[in-house]
C-alpha cells in the first residue's frame, strides 16, 4: 500500500476572516476547530501515514498548548509556516518522512472535506502522479478594472477552480519546489505544471469551498447545522457527485 504524508496549510494570516479574534484554522466549526475537523478526515484515511501542519511562528506555542491532546492522539507534526502559502508547504515538504510516496497538501481553512472526497483524488494520484479537485466555472466571468468597469466578458469553457487536497507523488513535488526559487505560486499544481507535469482534474463538489471570508464561515455553519449527524451527514455523501442539493435531499 503506498504511503501518503498529509500538509495541512494553516500558518496563513486570515487577514480576510473577520470574525473573532482567532485565526480561521483555530475557530471551532460547530464545537469543533477548522483544522481537527480536516485532521480527523485524513487520519481516518488507511494509508496517510504522516500528518504535518504549518502553523505561523508567533502562534506556535499557543498552539501546542492548546491543541496538545488533539495532536498528541492524531500524531500530528507542527512545522514553522513562512511568509506565502508556498513558503509553509515547502517547510513542511523538507520535513515529511523519507519513505513517502505521494503528498497531498490541503487547506485547514477546507473543513468540509470528506474521506470518500479524499479517496477520489489519492486514487487518481496513484494512476495519474498528480491529481486534484476542482469544479468547474459556474458563472459568467467578467474581467473588471479598478474603477469597477467592465473590460470584457471572459470565455468560461474550460476554466475551473482549483480546490485542494492536491496530491503529487513525493518526488515529483519536491521536483517542483525545488525549481520554484521565489515563484509565489498560489497552490502546488501551478508548480507541478511549471516542470512540465500534467495535473489531473478530479470533478468536485463546491461544497469543498474555502473559509476565505466571514461569510464562508457562516455557509459553513448553515451547511452543518442542516445535518441530522455528521457522520451519517457529509460524509455519506458519494464523492464529487450531486452537488449542494445532495444534502437536503
Ligand atoms: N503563509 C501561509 C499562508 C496561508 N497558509 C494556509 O493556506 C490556506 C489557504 O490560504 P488562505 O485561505 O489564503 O489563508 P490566509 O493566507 O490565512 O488568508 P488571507 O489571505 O485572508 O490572510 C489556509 O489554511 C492558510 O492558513 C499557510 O499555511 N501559510
Ligand atoms: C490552494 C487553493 O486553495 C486552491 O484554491 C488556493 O489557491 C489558496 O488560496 P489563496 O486564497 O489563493 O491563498
Not at 479598478?146 to 475551473?160: D, F, H, Q, S
Amino acid at each position: 500500500m503506498p504511503k501518503f504524508a498529509v500538509i495541512l496549510a494553516a500558518a496563513g494570516q486570515s487577514s480576510r476572516f473577520t470574525s473573532g479574534r482567532r485565526k480561521k484554522p483555530f475557530v471551532e466549526l460547530k464545537g469543533r476547530p477548522l483544522w481537527v475537523r480536516c485532521a480527523d478526515v485524513f487520519s481516518s484515511v488507511d494509508d496517510v501515514t504522516s500528518i504535518a501542519i504549518t502553523i505561523a511562528d508567533e502562534d506556535i506555542d499557543w498552539f501546542r498548548d492548546t491543541f496538545r491532546a488533539n495532536l498528541g492522539f492524531m500524531n500530528v507534526e507542527v512545522v514553522s509556516g513562512g511568509a506565502e502559502r508556498a513558503d509553509s508547504v515547502q517547510n513542511a515538504l523538507a520535513q515529511i518522512p523519507d519513505d513517502t510516496d505521494y503528498v497531498a497538501v490541503h487547506d485547514a481553512a477546507r473543513p468540509l472535506i470528506t474521506k470518500q472526497w479524499v479517496r477520489a483524488v489519492f486514487d487518481e494520484a496513484v494512476a495519474h502522479g498528480a491529481a486534484i479537485p476542482a469544479v468547474p466555472i459556474a458563472g459568467t466571468v467578467k474581467k473588471v478594472d479598478e474603477t469597477n468597469a467592465i473590460e470584457e466578458t471572459v470565455p468560461r469553457a474550460g476554466l475551473w477552480e482549483a480546490q485542494t487536497p492536491q496530491v503529487f507523488q513525493a518526488d515529483l513535488l519536491r521536483r517542483a519546489y525545488a525549481k520554484r526559487g521565489g515563484f509565489q505560486a498560489t497552490d502546488e499544481a501551478q508548480l507541478v505544471e511549471r516542470i512540465g507535469h500534467p495535473v489531473r482534474v478530479v470533478n468536485s463538489s463546491p461544497m469543498n469551498f474555502k473559509i476565505t471570508t466571514s461569510d464562508d464561515f457562516k455557509m459553513a455553519e448553515a451547511l452543518i447545522n442542516r445535518l441530522p449527524t455528521e457522520a451519517g451527514g457529509l460524509g455519506s455523501l458519494h464523492p464529487f457527485s450531486d452537488g449542494p442539493g445532495r444534502l437536503f435531499d
